[in-house]
């Protein structure tokens, strides 16, 4: 049925069908856009052109009949702008399959960049001002190396490393790849990782048959003999590990509470294996009661139960995953899920000196009556080394007055040049204050180490 506004339009504004399909050229290709194709027969039967509709109202997937409308208008020669059906302002992810990587060479080459979103993460690992690559990195590679040789996952394959030595550091470049060349003699187990023509770490590895009846057997009374509380959280231990040099960010701050004594704590999992095992290394390093700077150079023995680990995580209810890390030190090993690491050697090194900026400056015979005159910069650095001379302070406090009236500008401000005499020498602590009884400063920008403050 149809209502009878229907019918008026149709008297009032008929359609002139027959004089516009007139206009209709031969050969050519005629788009039907509406719900229903009603004009496919009667086109056929009339014109000699090609006829194509985007619609079948009594069709079960019009999807389907659109995208083979679409393709029959590419195949007659037309350009259709296909990337216009999909709104690209937003990202759809899809779940990806993949087989596990098989090789047959023991030998590859890893090439790393911080620009690269799967190494972005190493950029976090900075040692006295330098961004090195992890220790427990290395090891990663080696690692993915042997589950590629057996044609396994990572996750799945569990692990051993025996008598690992770390023979000098690698630092990773802002711009550019770090190559590394990484061997594994497939019958003997033994590896080693080349950089730059020379080898960086060296080791043994295997994949152990029964991976508990490697790790060290501790008994329950060892366990309650490291019970300690965890009064140290994030923010103490990294800004006592900045102390000694450590400048640790993102992911490599994965140690979320520790005892005083370094022995207990605990590590958040973000599902990066490199991370987590130096966090574990990184509360070995926090239990030595001495401020230096130690870098690793030597494990013993690391035995990765990833399976087991795995089972840890999944057996967490919260919504961050921690797991507790113990430091066993009568046994010289760290536990922490289903890693095991026993005899970590490390290596005090001397930190790097800071490079400022270098002071260059004059003996000059300056008489005291010669009624010379010197410029405002020369008589500042004057005054102010002849009273350091002779009053041995290490705090030095300067408050410039600026009174009403006066018309001053930002080259006749002694607090700034004041400020550049005393940061030159070494062991002073200036403090420097600027009253004003005016508003005129307040379009000035002026150091961050001198305070101003208005005074009515």
């Keep these: 049925m149809s209502c009878a506004e229907y019918f008026t339009n149709n008297l009032l504004g008929p359609v002139f069908f027959k004089e516009t399909a007139r206009l209709i050229p031969k050969n050519a290709v005629i788009l039907e856009i509406a719900p ?50 999909w709104n690209h302002s937003e990202d759809w992810y899809v779940t990806s399959f993949k087989t596990p990587k098989k090789i047959t060479s023991g030998e590859r080459v890893v090439s790393i960049s911080l620009k690269d979103e799967v190494f972005e993460y190493i950029s ?3 040692i006295d001002g330098r961004n ?77 048959s029964d991976p508990a009846k490697e790790r060290v057997q501790l008994l329950q009374e060892d366990c309650e003999e490291e019970d300690e509380e965890e009064v140290m959280k994030t923010k103490d231990i990294y800004k006592e590990l900045k102390l000694r040099g450590y400048q640790y960010a993102n992911l490599f701050r994965g140690l979320k509470s520790s005892s005083t004594t370094g022995k207990r704590g605990h590590i958040a999992w973000t599902n990066n294996w490199v991370t987590f095992m130096d966090n574990m290394l990184q509360i070995k390093i926090l239990g030595i009661d001495m401020r230096n700077l130690y870098v690793p150079t030597e494990i013993r023995k690391l035995v990765i139960d990833s399976k087991l680990h795995t089972q840890y995580i999944r057996n967490i209810t919260a919504e961050e995953k921690q797991l507790p890390v113990c430091v066993y030190k009568n046994f010289d090993t760290i ?48 005054s102010t ?72």
């Design 124 to 126: 976090g690992h900075v």
């Design 335 to 382: 536990v922490s899920g289903g890693i095991e690491i026993c005899g970590v050697k490390a290596t005090s090194i001397f930190r790097r000196k800071p490079t400022g900026s270098p002071v260059l400056e004059e003996y000059r015979f300056v008489a005291h009556r010669d009624r010379a005159e010197v410029s405002l910069q020369e008589g500042i650095i004057l």
């Design 132 to 208: 090195l690559l992890p220790a427990t990195g290395y090891l990663l590679f080696i690692w993915d190396t042997i589950s590629m040789l057996k044609g396994q996952w990572l996750n799945e394959t569990p692990i051993v490393f025996e008598n690992v030595k770390f023979l000098r550091a690698t630092h990773i470049p802002k711009q550019g790849n770090l190559d590394l060349t990484l061997i594994v003699q497939k019958g003997l187990g033994n590896f080693e990782i080349i950089e730059g023509g020379n080898a960086v770490v060296i080791g043994r590895v295997r994949i152990p």
């Design 385 to 456: 080394h002849l009273a350091l001379e002779y009053h041995q302070v290490t705090k030095v406090n300067i408050i410039e007055l600026i009174e009403h009236g006066d018309e001053i500008t930002t080259e006749e401000l002694a607090s700034p040049l004041f400020l550049e005499v005393l940061d030159n020498l070494p062991l002073i602590k200036p403090n420097l204050s600027l009253i004003t009884r005016t508003d005129c400063l307040n379009s000035i920008t002026l150091p961050p180490k001198i305070t101003i403050s208005q005074s009515m």
């Design 36 to 85: 229903n194709d009603i004009l496919q027969s009667i086109m056929k039967e009339l014109f000699d052109t090609t006829n194509i509709t985007l619609l079948q109202c009594n069709h079960e997937d019009n999807v389907k009949v659109f995208l083979q409308g679409l393709g029959k208008i590419y195949n007659n020669g037309l350009q259709p702008h296909l990337a216009n059906l």
